[in-house]
Every structure is written in structure tokens, then in C-alpha cells.
């Protein structure tokens, strides 16, 4: 792990947006990271509802993986 990403805000909503935000920001390189998938996973609805499970990542997006 090269650095982890925490946000507080008082709501759901403050905390996506912060988060989103700081994503866009975030510069590492020359290396490849995961936050490109952290930033999809702020566009998706079942995961903005808070409607995940463990495998929720693998059936969104395991086959584009492959």
C-alpha cells in the first residue's frame, strides 16, 4: 500500500463528493493504482445506496478484468 485516502464529512452525500475531489487530485507515478476503480465505484448507484457485498466488486467489474 503506498498511501490510503480517508474522508469525514457530516453526510453520505458531503463525504462522496470530498471523496471524488480528492480522487481527482491524487497524483502517483509512474505506477499503476487502484484509483481509477475508486473513482468508478463513486459513480455507481448500488454502491452510492450502500447496496454492496463482498463480491460486489468482482460481479461489477470482474470481466472487464479478464
Known amino acids: 500500500m503506498i498511501a490510503k485516502l480517508l474522508v469525514h464529512r457530516p453526510t ?5 463528493a470530498a471523496m471524488r ?3 481527482d ?7 499503476k493504482t487502484t484509483i ?3 473513482r468508478a ?6 454502491f452510492i445506496k450502500g ?3 463482498t463480491n ?3 460481479r461489477t ?6
Open 12 to 16: 453520505r452525500v458531503q463525504a462522496f
Open 21 to 23: 475531489r480528492a480522487l
Open 25 to 31: 487530485e491524487f497524483v502517483i507515478s509512474p505506477i
Open 36 to 38: 481509477p476503480l475508486a
Open 41 to 46: 465505484l463513486l459513480d455507481q448507484a448500488d
Open 51 to 53: 447496496n454492496v457485498d
Open 56 to 58: 460486489f466488486i468482482e
Open 61 to 66: 467489474y470482474g470481466q472487464q478484468s479478464r
